[in-house]
Each structure stands twice: as C-alpha cells, then as structure tokens.
C-alpha cells in the first residue's frame, strides 16, 4: 500500500514537471529584426502605405490573445519614447514569417528612423531596424514668396526681408498653413548649383543675390519649393522696384480686380499715367483698369521706382440707347448691342427676371421698366458687361380730351400740369388761333401752333387762385370763348 502511493507521487511529479516545461517554452517567443520593404518613406496624403517583414520563434509560444505592434523611433532612432504605428488583431498572427504594412504619422519628418517589432502575450521586443529617411508631405507645390515678385532692393548697410507668403496670391498652396514643416534658405551659385544659407519661414538678407525656400523634406525629392527672387543692395541713386500683376498682364477682368505687388519698402505711392493715385499708399494696389501704373518706394536711405503697362482683355461694347426712354404703350424702343467679344452670347432681363428667348444683339422693349442687357465673351478671357436702361411712359402732350378744360394746377406733379384743349383746335388739324390773357387783358400767349405747353415757365401768382381768359378762333372765324383757373 505505502509502494502504490510512493508510485503515484512520482508520476504525480513527472505530470507537474512536464506542464511547467510546456509553460515555460510557451512564456518565450524570439522576435527578428524586421526587415524594411522600402529604403525611405516619402509619403503624402496619396500614398502612405509601407511594409515590413519579421520572423519569430517559436510558433506555438503565442498566447491566442497576442498582438503584434510595430513601434517607431524618433527621428535620431531612439526608442526611449516609441509610438506605435500599427497593431494586429488579437491572434490574427499565428505563422512566421509574418508580413504588417502600416502608414507614418503626419508628423514625420526625418533622416534616421528605424521600427521594431513588440509582441503583447507573451511580451517580446525586436531590436531596430536599419535607419532609414522618413518625411510625410502634406505640402508638395510650388509656393510663392515675396508676392511673387522678382526683385527686391536694401540701402547699402541695410537688409531685405524674404518671406514665405501667407496665402499669397491665386492658387498659391502655402506651406505655411501646415504647422509642422520646417523650410531651409538657398542662394544660387549658378544657374544650377546653390548653397544653403539659412532655416526657417522668413530669410533676412544682407548681400547681393538670388534666392529661393524649399520645404525641408530631406533627402525625399519634393516639389514643394518657391520661385527665386534677386536682392541688390543699392549704394546709391535709385533702385528698379518691380511690379507683379496677379492675374498676369494681360489680364482677364471677368476673374475679378488684379492685384499688383511690388518690392518691400517703407512707405509706397502709386500713380496711373503719370497721375497720383490717391491714397494708394501701400504695397500692392487693386485695379481692374488698363493704363501705365508706376510706384515710388521709399527704401529709407536710397529708393526705387518702376512701372507696368497693364493691360485688361475685356472686350469693347456699347449700346445704342440712353438710360431713360420715354415711349407711349404699345410702341417698341429698339435696343441694338455691338461687340467685338469672342463668341458672345447675350441676354436680357425685365425688372430682375430673364426673358426667355431673348438671345440675339437686339431687343424691342415692349413694356414699361428697368432692363439690363449683357454681353458674355465665352472664348479666351470669360468676361461680361452688363448695360442698364429704363423705359418709362411718355406723357401724351396730344390726348384726345372731350372738352376744354377751366381749371388747371402747375405744380410740377404730371398731372394737369398744363392747358390741354381737344384735338380739333391743333394746328396739325386746323389752322386755330389761340390767345390767352391774364384778368387785366394783358395778352400772355398768342399762337397758331398751340402745343398743350402753357405755361411754360412760373407765372408768377400773386393769389392761390388767379383767373386767365382764352380766346380760340378757328379756321373758318368760329370762336371759343372761357376762362381758365390757375390754382397755386
């Protein structure tokens, strides 16, 4: 009995021995160094997807609830403080080798980076990769700096500041709006060499010569840099200050007013044809004019001066009506559009509201109202002038009244304004005599082409209600006699 229960210690022992064995190989896992399936990373919002392969040993030492993680250094390799780029899902890594793609942070940005490679159950850690380049570029165009323009002056002793322009002008994508891009300074030495000369988003420069930023994204090719830019330093006289439309010269107006820059200065005045501008005191000037512009920078001890003829490409128009016109119901007012516009189109409004149909150059206005006629040049520079006229009812000097009126009232308001007798009396009609006299007899008006105009001018009234007397005699010795109330 005591040698049966001896036997069963020992194979009690031999099981425990084993499962300790069993656990300890499972507690061990054995991580390679990863393996890099690219020599840098320069990645951007349309690309960022890189890979990396590693062994591990052995298979069966996972823990069905492992992760593997990918950890990346900083940007000199070390990894006192990883951040972890990628993670598997749990037990989704069971055979090795294994192969993880993962994408770099926006915050990338340097030459010596290397991964490595971390296992969650049971715990293991990789040593680093080889190092490699790494930039993420959330920036990759040209960009402009000083306002695009090409030039710039100092006095002798004094500096030019370049700077990275923030929008800028048009489309410019500036690298400035993206925080974490550092940017480095160059100046040629020759057309196609040059050296480095400073970092950061602004260069204040104190010697002659061309000069030009470039985001710094190392040894990553980019397409992120500016257009150059030529320093002098003025010992003395007067310095070219070059002046940079931003739509160009030509222009194309239909894109809005062009702006134009000049060189950095201390104070600025510009003029149009040889004429100051008013108040165009600062360093660019909006227009949407053609002419001679010209500017004057004072640049402290010394200055410059330059000028642009600038050009507009809207096209030539007119109209061949006035702003107001007067015409009774029923007739037209023909408006005729001429243009020299490439391809244009044209369009009529009433109050606002388009006319359906109206597309030609020309146009009868049959309603009373306010028009606006546009021409669009739809070739070349897209462009629109637009005209504006109003066709109001005339006042009919000849409607055909019953009778002869005894009252009338001059008080400018359009309505009985003046004396209007019945169409039979006109001297288009008949030949009628028409005579009007103030109460003393005093003759005020005598006419055989009576137009539906009296009065004329003020009569002068020296009561609110002052009577006048006519006499009309027609053709044939008939007559018509009354009187006619004036009320002031």
């Given amino acids: 009995m005591l040698k049966l229960t001896y036997i069963k210690s020992i194979l009690f022992g031999l099981c425990f021995f084993a499962l300790c064995m069993q656990n300890e190989l499972k507690a061990q896992v054995v991580i390679g160094t990863p393996s890099l399936g690219f020599s840098q990373a320069c990645a951007n919002d349309d690309f960022n997807t890189y890979s990396t392969t590693f062994i591990f040993s052995p298979e069966a030492g996972l823990y069905p609830t492992n992760q593997f993680s990918i950890e990346l250094s900083d940007s000199e390799g070390d990894f006192s403080n990883p951040e972890v780029i990628y993670s598997s899902s749990p037990g989704s890594i069971t055979t090795s080798p294994a192969t993880l793609d993962f994408s770099f942070p926006e915050t990338t940005a340097g030459e010596n980076y290397k991964i490595r490679i971390t296992s969650s159950a049971p715990l293991a850690t990789s040593a ?41 002008t048009g489309n410019n994508d500036s690298p400035l709006l993206y925080p974490n891009l550092t940017f480095k300074w160059y100046r040629e030495t020759s057309p196609t060499t040059f050296v480095f000369v400073a970092e950061g988003p602004t260069l204040e420069v104190t010697s002659d010569g061309t000069y030009f930023v470039r985001t710094n994204y190392g040894s990553c090719t980019s397409d992120s840099f500016s257009n150059r830019v030529t320093i002098t330093e003025v010992v003395s006289g007067e310095a070219n200050a070059t002046i940079v439309s931003s739509l160009g010269n030509p222009y194309c107006p239909g894109q809005g007013t062009t702006t134009l820059n000049t060189i950095n200065g201390i104070s600025y005045q510009w003029y149009k044809d040889g004429e100051i501008i008013a108040d165009a005191t600062s360093q660019m000037y909006e227009t949407n004019e053609s002419g001679t512009f010209s500017v004057q920078v004072d640049l402290g001890d010394c200055s410059a001066s330059g000028s ?154 020296t009561s609110v209600n002052q009577v006048f007397y006519y006499v009309i005699t027609t053709e044939d010795k008939k007559t018509k006699k009354g009187s006619i109330t004036v009320v002031k």
């Fill in 128 to 168: 680093g990769s080889v190092s490699f380049a790494a930039y993420f570029k959330p920036q990759d165009s040209p960009f402009t700096i000083n306002n695009l323009v090409s030039t710039g002056a100092f006095c002798a002793g004094g500096s030019y500041l370049l700077s990275i322009d923030n929008p800028g």
């Fill in 308 to 461: 642009i003829d600038l050009v507009s490409e809207l096209f030539d128009s007119s109209i061949d009506v006035p702003e107001i016109n007067e015409t009774l119901e029923g007739y037209p007012i023909e408006v005729n559009l001429t243009t020299n516009a490439s391809n244009p189109e044209y369009s009529w409004y009433l109050d606002g509201d388009l006319i359906v149909g109206a597309t030609e150059s020309f146009f009868e206005a049959y309603e009373f109202g306010d028009y606006t006629a546009v021409i669009s040049q739809t070739m070349g520079c897209e462009a629109t002038v637009e005209y504006y006229f109003s066709v109001v009812e005339a006042q009919d000097f000849f409607p055909d009244v019953a009778k002869i009126p005894n009252v009338i009232s001059p008080n400018g308001d359009g309505i009985n304004d003046t004396w209007i007798i019945p169409q039979i009396y006109h001297t288009d009609n008949t030949n009628t005599e028409v005579l009007i006299m103030d109460n003393r007899g005093k003759v005020v008006l005598k006419t055989n082409s009576y137009q539906n105009n009296w009065p004329e001018t003020d009569l002068n009234l």
